[in-house]
């Protein structure tokens, strides 16, 4: 039985990946952040069942961490920890590096140091890499161009494990992933703010929907789709970087305009930048309006990932569709 190590099991991807893992008989072990009121719902129904288990563990403690690695010796390891929203990393600079920066630097070296010949390494980094981009699609090969400290933190993070698969013989992958969403999307980003409120503007219970910038423009997938490909990096012979991406492109405001047709409600925008509006098309109410709290100090307007590599060298291709993935959250947010 192969032993998988996931920092950041608390979140949308560890949940999805554990899942996936164990589905495949492996023995998952998460790390979770120390919290007095731990924040576990994603991973709830994994807790107590076989060959799941959780340790406490900051990515910001070294000691902790090689301690953990010379106990488990996992087969391998998935970096997920990480400060992951971009708009707050321009408010919290120096713990972001900490965590997304120097926190992969620590597992890495930790597998140096303590020689852990047969371990494979998985870094969780990021299409915010390419940051606003010359040109579109944007694959591996595509400068690195990051518009946020968030971004350049992960940027940091990305030379690093290349450096460490060159420089030591590391089996260490970075999976560039763009964009990917689920009903357990934290609810912080913006297509788990928009279904929710869906919801609640629908039921009465909220009157409109405050966003930033509508023009925004992003490659969304379902995060199912995007943890099968991080797993199939890590069963190559060779270490390399892969970009996972639909290659489909839609706006905020389109996501808006996706979300609130399940619910029967057609919405129509009208004016531009701050004064831009959304309103019922039947009841003439406005339901989403802008505003500047939700700008970021610098924003990355457009991505499109081309996963040409990934879908020639792993067998990976995006299963479901944008539809789908609004449909997904959608239902689930209404059966919440
Ligand atoms: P997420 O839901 O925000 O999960 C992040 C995880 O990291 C959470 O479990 C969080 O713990 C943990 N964490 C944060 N700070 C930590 C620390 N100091 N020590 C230990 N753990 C810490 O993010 P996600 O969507 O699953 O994404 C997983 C990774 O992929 C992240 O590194 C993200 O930056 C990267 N990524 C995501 C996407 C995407 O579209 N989803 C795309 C590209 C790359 P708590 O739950 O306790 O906060
Ligand atoms: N969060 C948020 N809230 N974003 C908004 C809002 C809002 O009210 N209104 C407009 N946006 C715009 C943001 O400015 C951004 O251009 C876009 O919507 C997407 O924002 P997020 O959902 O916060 O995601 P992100 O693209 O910044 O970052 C996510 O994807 C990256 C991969 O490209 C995160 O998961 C990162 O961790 C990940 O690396």
């Given amino acids: 039985m192969k032993t998988a190590l996931i920092t950041g099991i608390t979140g949308q991807d560890g949940a999805y990946l554990s899942e996936f893992l164990l589905d495949k008989n492996y023995r998952v072990i998460g790390l979770q952040q120390p919290s007095a009121t731990p924040n576990t719902q994603?991973?709830?129904?994994?807790?107590?069942?076989?060959?799941?288990?959780?340790?406490?563990c900051d990515i910001t403690d070294s000691n902790a961490i090689f301690r953990?690695?010379?106990?488990?010796?996992?087969?391998?390891?998935?970096?997920?920890a990480g400060q992951s929203h971009v708009g707050l990393s321009f408010d919290l600079p120096d713990y972001?590096?900490?965590?997304?920066?120097?926190?992969?630097?620590?597992?890495?070296?930790?597998?140096?140091?303590?020689?852990?010949?047969?371990?494979?390494?998985?870094?969780?980094?990021?299409?915010?890499i390419f940051g606003n981009a010359d040109h579109s699609p944007q694959n591996e090969d595509t400068p690195l161009n990051p518009a946020s400290p968030y971004a350049a933190a992960k940027a940091y993070?990305?030379?690093?494990?290349?450096?460490?698969?060159?420089?030591?013989?590391?089996?260490?992958?970075?999976g560039i992933l763009f964009n990917h969403e689920?009903?357990?999307?934290?609810?912080?980003?913006?297509?788990?703010?928009?279904?929710?409120?869906?919801?609640?503007?629908?039921?009465?219970?909220?009157?409109?929907?405050?966003?930033?910038?509508?023009g925004a423009i992003r490659d969304w997938g379902h995060a199912r789709d995007y943890v099968r490909g991080m797993w199939m990096m890590l069963q190559q012979d060779i270490a390399d970087d892969y970009v996972l991406a639909t290659g489909e492109q839609h706006s905020v405001r389109d996501f808006v305009i996706q979300a609130f047709k399940h619910v029967d409600i057609n919405i129509i925008?009208?004016?531009?930048?701050?004064?831009?509006?959304?309103?019922n098309s039947k009841t003439g109410k406005k339901i989403v309006t802008v505003s500047p709290e939700f700008y970021r100090p610098n924003d990355v307007h457009s991505l499109c990932g081309d996963a040409t590599k990934a879908e020639n060298i792993l067998k990976w291709k995006p299963e479901i569709s944008f539809s789908e993935l609004i449909k997904d959250m959608m239902d689930a947010e209404i059966n919440a």
């Fill in 96 to 128: 972001t590096a900490q965590v997304n920066a120097i926190g992969t630097v620590r597992l890495l070296e930790a597998i140096r140091i303590l020689d852990l010949k047969n371990t494979r390494f998985y870094q969780a980094s990021t299409s915010e």
């Fill in 68 to 80: 953990i690695l010379k106990n488990i010796n996992p087969d391998e390891i998935y970096n997920l």
């Fill in 269 to 279: 925008f009208e004016d531009d930048g701050l004064d831009e509006i959304g309103i």
């Fill in 182 to 214: 689920s009903p357990i999307r934290g609810a912080e980003f913006v297509t788990r703010k928009i279904t929710k409120a869906v919801v609640k503007i629908h039921k009465g219970d909220q009157k409109n929907l405050a966003l930033g910038n509508l």
């Fill in 42 to 56: 994603n991973i709830d129904h994994l807790i107590g069942t076989d060959y799941f288990e959780t340790v406490v």
């Fill in 157 to 174: 993070a990305h030379h690093m494990v290349k450096i460490y698969r060159e420089s030591y013989g590391l089996h260490a992958s970075c």
